[in-house]
């Protein structure tokens, strides 16, 4: 079962930033927070991921609060392109293997002209 | 770099017949996920392989569903004796190497259709 917790649904006025949070109240000091997202039936999309600290790439950001137990993802100035269920994941990194990313239900993000 | 390449994109199995799902994981990756999604649902884990091991397949069904990643070649994801609920995308990515920051990169997906 996923480890996270997302609202189901959210709208962004185009042009706009999207903040989509993520409960993770349970994370434990190994778990990496992941994101990705899934543009109608494509494959799941790389965004960014993070252990502690904010990261920022192309994308988007990923600010993650100091006690680790919820996090942002911010997308600066969406697009309609940007409309796509965006997943939350929390994972393990170790040397002796990775856990597989598993998929909650997701928040489905609309941006709306 | 070419990215995680799964063939065929679309297959058409009647009931009972075997389907065989491919998947080429980018270049210098080594361990493949494989992920199940059911129309209007979520992924669901299968299956995570290493070449010539299988780490996890806490996933897989425990009758028809089979998964291998030889030494040479792609991941196949074989369904034996499919039936009408085995219709779904199936999802296949790859990952570098064992531990460490690295994100998986998945395909585009081969849609499977049992009539």
């Known amino acids: 079962d996923a480890k996270t917790t997302q609202p189901t649904s959210m709208d962004c006025a185009e042009g706009r930033a999207a903040n989509l949070p993520c409960n993770h109240s349970?994370?434990?000091?190994?778990?990496?927070v992941y994101w990705y997202r899934q543009i109608h039936s494509q494959g799941p999309q790389y965004i960014i991921h993070?252990?502690?600290n904010n990261e920022t790439n192309e994308m988007a950001s990923l600010i993650i609060t100091e006690d680790r137990k919820s996090s942002t993802l911010i997308l600066p100035h969406a697009t309609l392109r940007d409309t796509a269920v965006y997943y939350c994941i929390v994972r393990v990194l170790s040397d002796s293997g990775n856990t597989p990313l598993v998929f909650g239900k997701g928040t489905r993000l609309s941006v709306i002209a | 770099n070419a990215g995680v390449m799964q063939n065929p994109r679309h297959l058409v199995r009647r009931r009972g017949q075997e389907a065989r799902l491919r998947c080429s994981p980018m270049k210098g990756h080594s361990h493949v996920y494989w992920y199940r999604q059911l129309p209007e649902e979520g992924l669901k884990f299968m299956v995570y392989l290493q070449k010539e091991n299988i780490i996890d397949e806490s996933g897989m069904p425990k009758e028809r569903f089979s998964a291998e990643f030889p030494k040479e070649g792609p991941s196949i994801l074989r369904i034996q004796q499919v039936v009408r609920g085995d219709s779904a995308a199936y999802f296949c990515a790859s990952s570098p190497f064992l531990g460490g920051e690295a994100e998986a990169f998945f395909g585009q997906g081969t849609r499977l259709t049992v009539v």
């Open positions: 993070g252990l502690k």
């Open positions: 349970t994370i434990s000091g190994n778990e990496y």
